[in-house]
């Protein structure tokens, strides 16, 4: 049969699929768009499927406004290289993708894929990544969502090249410093807020290493838990947000800054492209470090 040029252009721009599959898809339908899409939806599950084992360890952080400014979420979505990373199609979904995350409250990457992308719209947010994969023929995955919501503070964000995320609640303060705060973190890598956050089972490994390490100095037992004591102090002002140098004035910590702003943070999210995930990488947290003492 034969298949009029227009169809073949509407399917095209609906799945973004090349000319010759729209056709063929097209034929196997008898001419039905709508069957033709549902046929190439399950082409493009295949094809998902066959890429789902490669590496993604590229993408973009998303963050959006939730609770009206005392909530806000960050999503993770992965890809296999920095060029798709920075490729509209690809850009679109993620944003697309985000915005279902702030309408309706999912909590996990699982919810959101489940859920439809437009309202009216019968393909689900799984549904049109697989598309996406097919078309770009790169491994793509929504990875994390993270939510954090304030209680008598307000949440701030900070992105960084749309490589690293973070939330900040902070109680006190103006918008400058939620955004000086949330910039820091996102250079520093805090892992906790205060000393008593820090799990007891990483200070005491941290301690383990240093008595060892102390022990071939060949000093007396009481300047070796000295010598441990103030590394493992060292260590615990390096972890926390409070004892950290603050990156814009490292001759005063994060904790005095906030002090003397008479402003306290409850909580922090940070997350970093493909962090934990083996790949080459780029430093981005000293490249915000450099912006952060340069702004």
Do not use: W
């Not at 399950?42 to 066959?50: N, P």
């Amino acid at each position: 049969m034969e298949i009029n040029a227009a169809v073949v252009k509407e399917l095209r721009e609906r799945t973004g699929a090349g000319m010759m599959d729209c056709k063929k898809a097209l034929l196997e339908s008898g001419g039905d768009i709508n069957g033709a899409i549902e046929t190439m939806r399950k082409s493009g599950v295949a094809k998902a499927e066959r890429k789902a084992g490669r590496v993604a360890a590229e993408g973009v952080i998303l963050y959006r406004e939730v609770a009206g400014g005392n909530g806000g979420l960050l999503l993770e979505v992965n890809c296999e290289t920095d060029f798709v990373a920075k490729d509209g199609n690809f850009l679109h979904f993620a944003n697309a993708a985000a915005d279902v995350g702030q309408k309706t409250g999912v909590q996990s990457v699982a919810e959101i894929e489940a859920q439809k992308m437009l309202a009216g719209d019968s393909a689900s947010v799984g549904e049109l990544r697989a598309q996406l994969v097919a078309k770009l023929g790169e491994n793509i995955s929504l990875r994390r969502i993270a939510r954090l919501h304030s209680k008598g503070g307000r949440v701030s964000a900070y992105i960084h090249g749309g490589r690293i995320g973070v939330l900040v609640d902070l109680h006190g303060g103006d918008a400058d410093l939620a955004r000086d705060i949330a910039m820091h973190i996102a250079a520093s890598r805090p892992v906790c807020v205060t000393e008593a956050e820090l799990p007891a089972d990483l200070v005491a490994k941290e301690r383990e290493i240093y008595r060892a390490q102390a022990s071939e100095s060949g000093k007396p037992a009481d300047i070796i838990e000295k010598m441990v004591n103030g590394r493992v102090a060292k260590f615990v002002n390096e972890a926390t947000l409070l004892g950290q140098p603050f990156v814009k004035d490292p001759d005063t910590t994060v904790g005095k800054l906030l002090k003397a702003r008479a402003a306290s943070v409850a909580a922090f999210l940070r997350l970093e492209v493909g962090e934990g995930i083996e790949k080459k990488t780029g430093n981005f947290a000293e490249e915000v470090m450099a912006q952060a003492r340069g702004s």
